[in-house]
């Protein structure tokens, strides 16, 4: 048997319809850029997060970007955030003229720890960036008293955790502004880049639909220098159609998870942990082997496609050896990353499927 890592068009198959006809649709108007269907997804993801504004985007990369401008961060500022995250959460710091600072990760929920954190503050911070990794969201509630108690901002990461929960409240309502991608894999996934701010902010909302359109409002006036970051129509589209099945499909993610975890016990491998504080949405099911490069292995030859999310930390990258971190610096983040691998993961995952990939990881002798 072969078991993919990620089968999207076993999604688009179950949708195909309803998405031939909204791709149609804006086709067919010939309306393809910031049109009816980016203002109708703005508003109704804004509404599911629990946040009064939804600011379109191009990407995930993009909303962190102009977030961290719109809150004013640049040159001589320090950003804390998690190296064991995609490479995009710390480059966009830099990009603005800040310097990242990496926080040290819980080994439990592989999210950012409060009391690494606390010890990573300077008078030179200026925000902190969490990152719900895998679909769990970070421990929210101390981070948001660190920052209150330090007047700083907090921008959420939550490109991987589209619908997760913290204490029942949704994943990009506790910072300032929550950033999201759409990428095509995501649990919430365009048919390409895409991405969205959301604020319950009314200036920073004001701010943040400048930046992503050449600064411009009205047509020919141009406020600031901005960006041409704005979301397409088809992809608006896209999204306003999979956003009415988002729950359905985390739901059966979490029913995967547990289906894993049950068929893994005594296995050689660690399942990861639902935090009590929380709902876990699954984006990426990722267990840990002190065997993973060897595992890894054993699977593909067995048919099974894994990944690596993500298996060096980006500070020691060497995009930022002028940091100076060294090996060592952050180790919970540095020995979950020599750990970690990700199993096969999506909603239309079959129950056979994972039997065939909880066998194989049994099966593994090192």
Not at 243 to 269: E, I, T
Not at 310 to 334: F, M, R, W
């Given at each position: 048997?072969?078991?993919?890592?990620?089968?999207?068009?076993?999604?688009?198959?179950?949708?195909?319809?309803?998405?031939?006809?909204?791709?149609?649709?804006v086709?067919?108007?010939?309306?393809?850029?910031?049109g009816?269907?980016?203002?109708?997804?703005?508003?109704?993801?804004?509404?599911?997060?629990?946040?009064?504004?939804?600011?379109?985007?191009?990407?995930?990369?993009?909303?962190?970007?102009?977030?961290?401008?719109a809150?004013?961060?640049?040159?001589?500022?320090?950003?804390?955030?998690c190296?064991?995250?995609?490479?995009?959460?710390?480059?966009?710091?830099?990009?603005?003229?800040?310097?990242?600072?990496?926080?040290?990760?819980?080994?439990?929920?592989?999210?950012?720890?409060a009391?690494?954190l606390?010890?990573k503050?300077?008078?030179?911070?200026?925000?902190?960036?969490?990152?719900h990794?895998?679909?769990?969201?970070?421990?929210?509630?101390?981070?948001m008293?660190?920052?209150?108690?330090?007047?700083?901002?907090?921008?959420?990461?939550?490109?991987?955790?589209?619908?997760a929960?913290?204490?029942?409240?949704?994943?990009?309502?506790?910072?300032?502004?929550?950033?999201?991608?759409?990428?095509p894999?995501?649990?919430?996934g365009?048919?390409?880049?895409?991405?969205?701010?959301?604020?319950?902010?009314a200036e920073l909302?004001?701010?943040?639909k400048?930046?992503?359109?050449?600064?411009?409002?009205?047509?020919?006036?141009?406020?600031?220098?901005?960006?041409?970051?704005?979301?397409?129509?088809?992809q608006?589209?896209?999204?306003n159609?999979?956003?009415?099945?988002?729950?359905?499909?985390n739901?059966?993610?979490?029913?995967?998870?547990?289906?894993?975890?049950?068929?893994?016990?005594?296995s050689s491998?660690?399942?990861?942990?639902?935090?009590?504080?929380?709902?876990?949405?699954?984006h990426?099911y990722?267990v840990?082997?002190?065997?993973?490069?060897?595992?890894a292995?054993?699977?593909k030859?067995?048919?099974?496609?894994?990944?690596?999310?993500y298996?060096?930390?980006?500070?020691?990258?060497?995009?930022?050896?002028?940091?100076?971190?060294?090996?060592?610096?952050?180790?919970?983040?540095e020995?979950?990353?020599?750990e970690?691998?990700?199993?096969?993961?999506?909603?239309?995952?079959?129950?056979?499927?994972?039997?065939?990939?909880?066998?194989?990881?049994?099966?593994?002798?090192?």
């Amino acid at each position: 048997m072969n078991v993919p890592f990620l089968d999207l068009k076993r999604q688009y198959k179950s949708i195909k319809p309803e998405i031939d006809a909204a791709i149609a649709k804006v086709v067919e108007s010939q309306y393809f850029v910031a049109g009816p269907e980016t203002e109708r997804f703005e508003k109704e993801f804004a509404t599911y997060c629990s946040s009064k504004f939804g600011i379109g985007v191009n990407s995930g990369t993009s909303a962190l970007h102009i977030a961290l401008i719109a809150l004013g961060v640049g040159k001589g500022d320090e950003v804390i955030t998690c190296p064991n995250s995609f490479f995009a959460t710390a480059e966009v710091i830099t990009a603005v003229g800040a310097t990242p600072v990496f926080a040290d990760i819980n080994q439990e929920s592989f999210c950012m720890d409060a009391e690494s954190l606390n010890g990573k503050i300077t008078n030179r911070t200026k925000a902190i960036i969490p990152v719900h990794l895998y679909g769990q969201m970070a421990d929210m509630g101390p981070i948001m008293e660190i920052a209150e108690g330090k007047n700083l901002a907090v921008i959420e990461d939550a490109a991987q955790a589209h619908g997760a929960l913290y204490n029942g409240r949704k994943s990009g309502s506790f910072g300032v502004v929550g950033c999201f991608s759409f990428y095509p894999g995501k649990n919430l996934g365009a048919y390409g880049e895409g991405g969205m701010c959301v604020t319950s902010d009314a200036e920073l909302d004001e701010k943040l639909k400048l930046l992503r359109a050449h600064g411009e409002r009205p047509k020919h006036r141009h406020r600031i220098p901005g960006f041409n970051f704005r979301l397409e129509e088809i992809q608006a589209a896209v999204l306003n159609v999979k956003l009415k099945h988002l729950d359905s499909w985390n739901a059966k993610r979490s029913s995967n998870a547990k289906l894993y975890g049950k068929l893994l016990q005594n296995s050689s491998v660690k399942t990861p942990k639902e935090m009590p504080y929380g709902r876990h949405v699954y984006h990426i099911y990722c267990v840990r082997s002190q065997h993973r490069d060897k595992l890894a292995e054993f699977l593909k030859q067995k048919g099974i496609s894994t990944a690596m999310h993500y298996p060096t930390p980006i500070h020691l990258q060497e995009a930022y050896t002028d940091l100076g971190y060294k090996e060592g610096s952050v180790p919970n983040c540095e020995k979950a990353a020599k750990e970690i691998l990700s199993l096969p993961m999506f909603a239309e995952l079959t129950e056979e499927e994972i039997a065939y990939v909880t066998d194989s990881v049994k099966e593994f002798k090192a």
